[in-house]
């Protein structure tokens, strides 16, 4: 079983919509989740970051940790075709080591 | 310019050829990364190192090996390609306080016939 799981989708949705991403794990010492964008034939790059459990806004994006249920969400309102990107999901005990999920293509139709 | 770069971009090679992949970076960080990216299973990470004398083994480091030439550039190499190194390979780099966001460069498609 996979530390990280995350649904590789693809999602498509017009735009405007909310882009509700997850992620699930099995580590219950992870304390730092992470959220990267990779554009196609890019690298990824760091999106938004969260310690420990609650909800951190920026924009239009917004990250959710659960704790208690292992679970962790990315939700994007008002979705724009310049989201179109894959998401990943990371997460860390403290250290160096990331644990990425596999990532969820995201398509947002004009 | 970009902040972390990769060479070649792309590269179609034969099983058993000897390639290296480089890595350089002009952030000023110590701490740099090699990953694999495969459809499906994510980002893993192959070596990594802390500083030019501080270089250890990631998750799947077999029959991968580096150099840590400098602190702005770190190379991979496959000693003898195989089909199943076929991958995107990923250069990425932080700083020690920050290790949350890595910096990633624009990857090398690597296929190995």
């Known amino acids: 079983q996979k530390e990280v799981e995350q649904d590789p989708g693809p999602l498509s949705v017009p735009e405007g919509a909310i882009v509700s991403l997850n992620c699930t794990y099995s580590n219950s010492a992870f304390q730092y989740f992470m959220w990267y964008r990779q554009y196609s034939r890019k690298g990824p790059e760091l999106l938004m970051y969260?310690?420990?459990?609650g909800n951190k806004e920026d924009g239009r994006f917004t990250a959710q940790v659960d704790k208690s249920s292992k679970y962790i969400s990315l939700f994007i309102r008002d979705s724009q075709p310049s989201d179109s990107a894959t998401y990943l999901c990371?997460?860390?005990?403290?250290?160096?080591?990331?644990?990425f999920g596999a990532g969820t293509t995201v398509t947002v139709r004009a | 310019d970009a902040d972390v770069t990769q060479t070649p971009r792309n590269r179609i090679t034969k099983t058993g050829k000897r390639i290296m992949l480089e890595c350089s970076q002009t952030?000023?960080?110590?701490?740099m990364y090699w990953y694999r990216q495969d459809p499906g299973l994510g980002l893993r990470l192959i070596y990594y190192s802390f500083d030019v004398k501080d270089i250890n083994k990631g998750e799947i480091s077999d029959g991968y090996s580096v150099s840590r030439q400098a602190q702005a550039k770190f190379s991979l190499s496959l000693e003898s390609a195989i089909p199943n190194q076929t991958a995107l390979y990923f250069c990425a780099t932080s700083d020690p306080d920050r290790f949350n966001e890595q910096f990633f460069g624009p990857g090398t498609r690597l296929t190995v016939l």
């Open positions: 969260t310690y420990s459990s």
């Open positions: 952030k000023g960080h110590d701490r």
């Open positions: 990371a997460m860390s005990v403290g250290d160096y080591k990331l644990s």
